[in-house]
């Protein structure tokens, strides 16, 4: 039964996003006659109940510390709880009260204003380290500054489902498909599809995070359930669902895996329908990318891992962004820079990539770290998604050539590694 490929790791700490900045807009009206400016909270972004008092400016600061106090202690007397009182940027308060109590405070000849107080939301983006570690951020296609020029590339996620309405993606909603539930809209109760959509392609917009192909159109395609377990079947029709639009779709994304192997021959031979799908798929012109699975153990007895026809990901630890192994690690205790200790091998990996305490997007509109292949695969198709936006021609062999020819090797080996070969590790600085 094919199961999301890092479930066992999804105990991990979910990070909800961490302002780093944040700016608002309000106008504050002048007013010198003894009637303040007061502004009723209408609109969407104000919080109901409460207000922000600014006082009009004093002659010294003495008589300005002498009018704040007074103003608190008459807000206080009035039913207003006062939350915070300015002293040296401005000289007010902000307090919650009722509309009426904020109206009588704004008669009185020592207020300025009287305005509700607004939501706001942090601006600052984060460049993740995944994006960092295969520099993303030095792609001339992606094109990282904040501000939000997408790649034109289509990508299909075909896992729990992707959060259709996620502010930091760009989500092709007429593309969505349930293969779990067809008669459902496509919804990720669990968390993982969004997540991979993140790496893939957050939107450069100054905001969240941001992807390795800022703003690539994600596909959803559903074929796991909220637990992250599926079938073959179900797998299956989101493989014939890409393929029936493979004059759209480029690239897939499968973080996802069961037992099989390669039988050389497309599943002809050992009947492996899923095989077959792909083949089909890759021969439409999609590029594949798939996780190698969690095992620790060899990919050729994992599919899709184990087909030649994929690109398959192993995952690197990295906790910092930069070769050398001096990152601190932080979810997890592997080593900096190293083979990730829960990652598959074998002659099936053909590139490595990030996979360990990974930021991306999440369900409901939030962010979280996730480990992984899982994680480690969606560079990769972020990666192949940025090769076929200069490149709109190009095969899935030729695609799938030119990222393992621009890998590199400046990873610390052998470390985890349970085999005899070194993979490249994804490097996007040049497309």
């Not at 207020?111 to 993740?128: I, M």
């Not at 598959?344 to 939030?366: E, M």
Request: with cysteine.
């Amino acid at each position: 039964m094919p199961k999301l490929i890092g479930a066992a790791l999804l105990a991990l700490a979910l990070a909800a996003a961490s302002p780093t900045s944040a700016t608002a807009t309000a106008s504050t009206s002048a007013d010198t006659s003894t009637t303040a400016a007061f502004t009723t909270a209408t609109q969407s972004d104000q919080v109901p109940g409460r207000y922000i008092v600014t006082l009009k400016d004093a002659a010294t600061q003495a008589d300005a510390t002498a009018t704040v106090h007074a103003a608190v202690t008459q807000a206080s007397s009035m039913g207003a709880r006062v939350r915070h009182v300015y002293r040296h940027a401005l000289h007010g308060y902000a307090a919650s009260m009722s509309a009426s109590a904020a109206a009588a405070i704004a008669g009185d000849p020592l207020v300025q204003s009287v305005q509700p107080e607004r939501r706001v939301r942090a601006l600052a983006q984060t460049v993740p380290t995944g994006v960092d570690r295969v520099e993303a951020d030095l792609s001339p296609t992606a094109a990282i500054d904040g501000k939000d020029t997408r790649v034109n590339v289509d990508v299909a996620v075909i896992d729990t489902g992707v959060d259709a309405n996620h502010p930091d993606l760009n989500v092709y909603k007429a593309g969505a498909k349930n293969c779990w539930i067809p008669q459902l809209p496509v919804l990720d109760m669990h968390g993982h599809g969004t997540h991979v959509a993140g790496i893939v392609g957050a939107l450069d917009n100054n905001a969240g995070v941001v992807g390795v192909a800022p703003g690539a159109r994600i596909w959803p395609v559903q074929v796991l359930n909220p637990l992250g377990m599926g079938t073959d079947a179900d797998v299956i029709c989101g493989i014939d669902y890409v393929t029936q639009h493979a004059d759209q779709i480029d690239v897939v994304n499968m973080s996802l895996g069961g037992g099989g192997s390669d039988d050389g021959q497309c599943g002809t031979v050992n009947n492996d329908a899923m095989h077959k799908a792909i083949c089909a798929s890759v021969a439409a012109g999609v590029t594949y990318v798939v996780a190698a699975a969690n095992d620790h153990a060899d990919a050729k007895n994992t599919t899709p891992a184990a087909y030649d026809e994929v690109i398959t990901v192993s995952a690197l630890a990295d906790f910092d962004g930069k070769s050398g192994g001096l990152g601190k690690a932080s979810c997890r205790t592997d080593r900096d820079d190293t083979f990730a200790d829960f990652s598959n091998y074998g002659a099936d990996i053909d590139l490595i990539a990030p996979g360990v305490c990974i930021r991306s997007t999440f369900r409901n509109g939030g962010y979280a770290v996730l480990s992984g292949t899982s994680m480690a695969a969606p560079h990769v198709a972020g990666g192949a998604a940025l090769y076929k936006a200069t490149h709109p021609g190009a095969s899935p062999t030729a695609v799938k050539a030119a990222l393992v020819a621009a890998g590199g090797t400046d990873w610390l080996w052998p470390s985890e590694d349970g085999d005899g070969t070194k993979e490249p590790l994804l490097r996007l600085r040049g497309f």
